[in-house]
């Protein structure tokens, strides 16, 4: 799919394609969630490389054409949302949509830069004993910011993450 078809059908701004510039480290998702699963993948550009996370939807076939036919395009509907709605979040406390990809399921994939601390939860789990009382207020702070922001814009999903 081309820039200009993946910008026609979220109507705004393209979405880069970067299908060429990512790898999968691993055939494995590494991590996710309900709905999706996260890849940890690699992005080549200009004689250079940088971690990236691609999140794909989860897709569950069945035996019957008509119904993978229906949830397919139910698929597609959900992944255009959000990704439309991911490509106008811009604050310091979410994570940017680089662009799109494919090759991870039978939809478009988000491709967004790779958060070593990982998710809020996990990033609590692994060092939340350890932080100082200025770490938790700055930690407190930049999640405050991230719900104001989510609050009063016109986005709706959970879309706050760590800054790497």
């Known amino acids: ?16 394609d970067l299908t ?6 691993s055939a494995i998702h590494i991590d996710g969630g309900a709905f999706g ?9 200009s ?5 990236v996370a691609v999140k794909t939807p989860r897709y569950f076939a069945s035996e ?12 597609n509907k959900i992944v255009r949302r ?44 692994n060092k939340g004993q350890t932080l100082s009382i200025v770490e938790r207020l700055k930690l407190v702070h930049g999640i405050g910011s991230g719900l104001d922001y989510r609050a009063f814009s016109s986005l709706l999903g959970p879309f706050i993450f760590l800054i790497p």
């Open 47 to 51: 004689g250079s490389s940088s971690l």
């Open 20 to 25: 060429e510039q990512v790898a999968r480290e």
């Open 37 to 45: 699963d996260v890849y940890k993948c690699r992005r080549y550009t």
């Open 82 to 125: 959000e990704l439309g709605l991911l490509r106008r979040v811009e604050h310091s406390n979410t994570v940017p949509l680089l662009g799109v990809t494919h090759g991870f399921g039978p939809t478009l994939a988000a491709v967004s830069p790779w958060m070593a601390n990982g998710t809020l939860h996990s990033f609590l789990k």
């Open 64 to 75: 019957d054409p008509e119904e993978n036919k229906r949830k397919l395009e139910l698929n």
């Open 1 to 16: 799919m081309s820039s200009r078809t993946i910008s026609s059908q979220l109507e705004g701004r393209p979405l880069a």
